[in-house]
């Protein structure tokens, strides 16, 4: 009897287990029913982590319960730092609010980044769509031929600002090696540091994931424009034979171990967060959804065609991997931080151009000069502030015939302020 009375007990536990499985779905299934989902991404478009979060966002959504809407959002800003902050502190904690941040920016409050609002380890980590080795590049008309070069002669290399990777690992270089990297901020992406390499501007650029060389810089890359002169990952990479690795480097242990802080966290390359204190029963759906897309036929040949390699981590082991460089000493933390102190922060300087827009196409203008010259320029809705009469205005108000000052980058790249009458 008592036997029978343990067995109905533990099919009674299991039937219960079931149910809260059950009854989990059908409450995850009935809050995202009519919902959208927007998937930050915190760099302008045309890059990397917009490539990989577009991506995302034409799949996942079928793998979440009630298939919601999912949208991208581009929201830049100091390396991502801006979308991080919103997403810890702004964003709704319910699961309808996701972003893809650079992993630089994600550790910088442990480097000392006082505009960083957040703790790193609190995120919710749903995933992390590639392991990335970064690179540093230089362009072909640079004259620079391999990093030992910049032991003994000075370049210029092209960064957002300080807590972006860009600009982090070119000064850790510079601390640590004793390269004479001199680093321009203010630069609004990648994009935009590699359109001034071309220019002849800066002389180069770090944080180029090779997978986004591959692809979103495949011209570039296969044309020997540009070209990787130190590789950042975990490893080297099989693809960069000849290219030198950061660890090659190191004069001590102790320095491996900066290193690893500084340029070891480059290997969570996309991860997908969401803010802290996601209910545990979305937690779960928007990972196991996560993993679904990592393996869905239709997302792996877009990901093919599109040359961006997919090498994911789940939800689980993205956060090990976070909570392994969160744990590391704090006297690790401080030699790192001592090491980037950024100093002097030199911006990149604006261009100015002033005359009648002679032709509006989508977001690319013509500005045609009193001296007959024609400057193409773009605009953007979140990065051009501008007015008009001297009144603050949408980006729709510039129109053809308006007579206008622009500051812009430089020819055909973005113009961040717009003065018209």
């Avoid at 759906?285 to 093919?304: G, I, T, Y």
């Amino acid at each position: 009897m008592s036997k029978l009375r343990h067995l109905r007990r533990i099919l009674f536990a299991a039937s219960a287990s079931l149910a809260c499985s059950m009854g989990a779905v059908a409450d995850v299934a009935d809050f995202y029913r009519g919902k959208t989902v927007t998937l930050l991404v915190g760099q302008l478009p045309g890059g990397g982590y917009d490539a990989y979060t577009r991506l995302l966002a034409r799949h996942i959504g079928r793998h979440i319960s009630s298939n919601p809407l999912v949208i991208v959002r581009n929201m830049p800003g100091a390396g991502s730092l801006v979308a991080a902050n919103h997403l810890y502190n702004v964003a709704p904690k319910d699961g309808t609010t996701l972003g893809v941040f650079a992993s630089s920016t994600l550790f910088s409050v442990k480097l000392g980044e006082d505009r960083a609002k957040f703790e790193t380890e609190k995120f919710t980590w749903i995933g992390n769509m590639d392991q990335t080795t970064g690179t540093c590049v230089v362009s072909a008309g640079s004259g620079i031929k391999s990093f030992d070069e910049l032991f003994s002669k000075s370049a210029i290399f092209g960064a957002e600002g300080p807590a972006s990777v860009n600009s982090i690992h070119p000064r850790g270089f510079n601390a640590l090696f004793g390269t004479r990297i001199q680093i321009v901020n203010g630069y609004p992406g990648s994009t935009q540091v590699l359109l001034a390499m071309i220019r002849g501007e800066v002389q180069g650029g770090c944080g180029f994931a090779l997978s986004s060389l591959k692809s979103t810089r495949r011209h570039d890359w296969e044309s020997g424009n540009i070209k990787a002169i130190i590789q950042t990952g975990l490893d080297k990479h099989d693809e960069l034979k000849g290219v030198p690795h950061i660890y090659d480097f190191a004069k001590s242990e102790d320095d491996k171990k900066v290193m690893h802080v500084i340029y070891g966290t480059h290997a969570l390359g996309r991860p997908l967060v969401a803010p802290p204190q996601l209910p545990a029963d979305r937690t779960k759906a928007l990972r196991d959804a996560f993993n679904a897309s990592m393996k869905d036929p239709e997302l792996l040949a877009e990901a093919q065609k599109t040359q961006l390699p997919i090498e994911p981590w789940t939800g689980e082991q993205t956060e090990k991997v976070v909570a392994q460089f969160a744990s590391y000493p704090k006297a690790i933390y401080e030699r790192a931080e001592k090491f980037l102190h950024a100093g002097e922060v030199v911006n990149v300087k604006l261009k100015e151009v002033e005359g009648s827009v002679s032709s509006v196409s989508n977001r690319l203008l013509t500005v045609d000069t009193e001296g007959g010259k024609s400057v193409k320029l773009r605009v953007s809705p979140d990065q051009t502030t501008v007015t008009v009469a001297g009144t603050k205005s949408e980006m729709s108000a510039i129109k053809q015939g308006m007579t206008c000052r622009f500051e812009y980058f430089g020819e055909d790249d973005l113009a961040p302020k717009a003065d018209c009458k």
